[in-house]
């Protein structure tokens, strides 16, 4: 079997999509399916690990990189990369399926095209970005929904990380009943779960606690909650009724701090900006736990990530994910709600309890490596089957 995976970046690069795409393609490889990844973050072709992986970076100057710079039009820019790339190698050894991410819809000038496509959900567009103030904002997110609901609707199959998530999905794309649709969670791989369960824990000794925070400075993930959070314990911490700590910001630059923070948040956090996977490791393995108050993840590698570490995980009750993966194994704390005074409440007993941390750390041991690759890249085949079967539905 021969299928091509699009994604936007492909590792080294740090990002969730990356790491997905990465598990994905390589647990498939280990089945025997010949894998070619097609990624824009790069620019010619080499083997890595089993999978062919394919740049399409646009090169500066040229039409398809100057029309990316258009509004709404800008998002047709990538879709027609990725067609052109795909059905120009399906042309010389053909592919039996297409699969791409949900996110911005990479594949949805492939729909109504012979291949077989299957889109597996990430977070859409819609729940990543902001509150569109000027015209060409509103425009370009509408652009961008339609979009992806072109391809989910053209799509012969859908793969979602959890049940909640597939409802989501369903809802916001308005997908009929007819189309195969599997839930299938995403794994880490092998060497990380090992280095993880491996990393000491810190005794808490000879410093200040640290807490971590990985991903974007942005309303989803609960950032707004984690500064308001850090103001509140950073003020207790100065009146010493809480022990010295600093929250280190993975993917967070300096510049995405607001102006006005309050100084208490501000002597307390660490902007750390983009780091590579062994720096990421690195600041799992010297955290205390792990801050991740996020209202909504499709399935939340951060959890599993701070699972895989045995770091106690601080999140959010408004996420299914949390609720589950976080909730139901007793593997940290969640936060009643998404406001600073509730993720503070959750985050203070932590800091003021040793022995909290170590039987929230043993649980986190326990519920980490649920999902490997030899789960993802069965499931992941058994859908593809199912979707290779099906009559493709027509685009709306």
């Not at 997905?20 to 280990?30: D, M, N, Q, V, W």
């Not at 989501?168 to 969670?185: E, F, K, N, S, T």
């Amino acid at each position: 079997m021969r299928t091509a995976l699009l994604a936007w970046d492909y590792p080294p690069a740090p990002s969730g999509l990356s790491t997905a795409a990465r598990e994905i393609a390589e647990s498939l490889s280990a089945l025997g399916v010949a894998v070619t990844v097609f990624t824009l973050d790069r620019t010619g072709c080499q083997e890595r690990d089993g999978v062919t992986v394919r740049g399409l970076g646009l090169p500066p100057g040229s039409a398809l990189a100057r029309l990316r710079r258009w509004g709404s039009l800008g998002h047709l820019a990538a879709p027609l990369a990725f067609r052109r790339a795909v059905l120009w190698a399906h042309a010389r050894t053909p592919f039996d399926c297409v699969e791409a991410t949900n996110w911005y819809a990479p594949a949805a000038l492939l729909v109504g095209t012979a291949l077989p496509l299957v889109t597996r959900n990430s977070t859409p567009a819609a729940f990543t970005r902001g509150r569109a103030v000027s015209l060409r904002d509103r425009l370009d997110g509408l652009t961008a929904d339609r979009l992806e609901r072109r391809q989910a609707r053209g799509s012969a199959g859908l793969i979602s990380n959890t049940a909640e998530h597939a409802a989501r999905m369903i809802d916001l794309y308005g997908l009929g009943p007819a189309r195969p649709h599997a839930v299938v969670g995403l794994s880490l791989p092998p060497d990380r779960l090992e280095r993880g369960r491996a990393a000491p824990y810190p005794d808490g000794t000879g410093g200040p606690l640290r807490l971590l925070f990985v991903g974007r400075a942005e309303r989803r993930k609960g950032f707004d909650c984690l500064l308001a959070a850090a103001a509140i314990l950073g003020a207790e911490a100065e009146a010493c009724t809480l022990p010295p700590f600093v929250i280190d910001l993975v993917g967070v630059p300096e510049t995405d701090l607001p102006a006005d923070l309050p100084a208490a948040a501000r002597r307390c956090l660490r902007p750390l900006g983009r780091i590579d996977a062994p720096a990421l490791d690195a600041a799992y393995a010297a955290s205390h736990a792990v801050l991740a108050p996020s209202r909504y993840e499709s399935f939340g590698l951060v959890y599993q990530e701070a699972l895989a570490y045995g770091r106690p995980v601080v999140a959010c009750a408004e996420d299914a994910s949390a609720r589950a993966f976080v909730g139901a194994p007793e593997a940290g704390r969640l936060a009643w709600e998404a406001t600073g005074p509730a993720l503070a409440d959750a985050i203070r007993p932590l800091l003021l309890d040793p022995a909290l941390r170590l039987g929230l750390r043993k649980n986190a041991l326990s519920a980490s490596g649920a999902f490997d690759r030899a789960r993802l890249g069965s499931e992941t085949l058994a859908l593809y089957a199912r979707a290779m079967t099906a009559v493709t539905p027509n685009a709306n």
